[in-house]
């Protein structure tokens, strides 16, 4: 692992932040807009949604929702600009769709699970993605479940262990390679490190590794491009990234592993900008941006003449350190380079600026 040189290394510089009265799961950047959503849970056991504007160095809250279960998970990556519904998975099992206009009522609500939903990811809407506007959900029932918000109750896909194997926590889902109208996967990390990538085109589970410690958090560096790279975080403070070009008929993908930190790598999230860029956010407050190197060849023949990958490398840009508590919610501003907001345990919500990432 190298690290950049110190005059072009970019600087993560706390711009806002904000002192909350609740536990906050999650942070999302409202698309096309200087805005955010902070969501979480009450001291009373209610589900709050908080929505803010950023003005100049402070954040101005808008509007205050209060919902009957606590929301662990959020995503507007199933509906259009034009529309930016959320959709947001609670502790009871509930998928809700909300028109932040007109919160009062879901747009669309399905009791998808029967426990916690820990993890939610969108495709399809906000320009991001060919193909159906499609919502999957990873719970501690151990389903993964993908929706279509047309159809009504039923989901579209049902990922579950088959009969006879352990139903493990579902922590972490993501979806990818939706270059096309057909063409879809879902990948989840599980509590026992297992992760999984569905293939929804065929139904079928494509490949399968087990990382050692539990799957925090995965993320593919695009959604709407044909598989490339997808980063996975554990709980022992390590990241692997996985070259997802060339798969193995044995060996499945070639990756690169990276011991970022003691603790739990909570998030991981890739630059929107440059694909190759992402940040990890991890147990002892901190933030740790790093960059994807790839090889000079990508793939090369075994001894058999198959095809397999060659992983890269990773270099750490920059790490700072924020708080006493677990940063366990991050998302870059869509629309502004280098802007990110991320959510901790010390009830705070900080927007950060990253300076530089033009010069990497």
Known sequence: MSAAPALERPQVVSHAQQSL????????????????????SAARGTGVVQLYELRGARLELLREIEKPKPIKCGTFGA??????????????????????????????????????????DG???????????????????????VWDPRQKDTPVANMEPVQGESKRDCW???????????????????DNGDIKLFDLKTMSLRWETNIKNGVCSVE???????????????????????????????????SVSEKAQKSTIWQVRHLPQNRDIFMTSGGSGSLHLWKYEYPAQRSKKDSEGSEMGVAGSVSLLQNVTLSTQPISSLDWSPDKKGLCVCGAFDQTVRVLIVTKLNKI
């Open 220 to 254: 593919f560096d695009r959604k709407d491009i044909n598989m490339n790279k997808l980063v996975a975080t554990s709980l022992e403070g390590k990241f692997h990234v996985f070259d997802m070009r060339t798969q193995h008929p044995t060996k499945g993908f070639a």
């Open 21 to 40: 009265s609740y536990t906050v799961f999650d942070c999302k950047w409202v698309p096309r807009s200087a805005r955010l959503l902070c969501l979480g």
């Open 123 to 145: 495709v399809g809407g906000l320009g991001i993605g060919e193909g159906a506007p499609e919502i999957v959900t990873g719970s501690r029932d151990g389903t993964v479940k």
């Open 79 to 120: 509906t259009s600009l034009q529309q930016r519904y959320l959709a947001t998975g609670d502790f009871d099992g509930n998928l809700h769709i909300w028109n932040l206009e007109a919160p009062e009522i879901p747009v669309y609500s399905v009791k998808g699970h029967k426990e916690i939903i820990n993890s939610i």
């Open 172 to 190: 972490t889902v993501a979806f990818g390679n939706a270059y096309n109208q057909e063409e879809r996967v879902v990948c989840a990390g599980y």
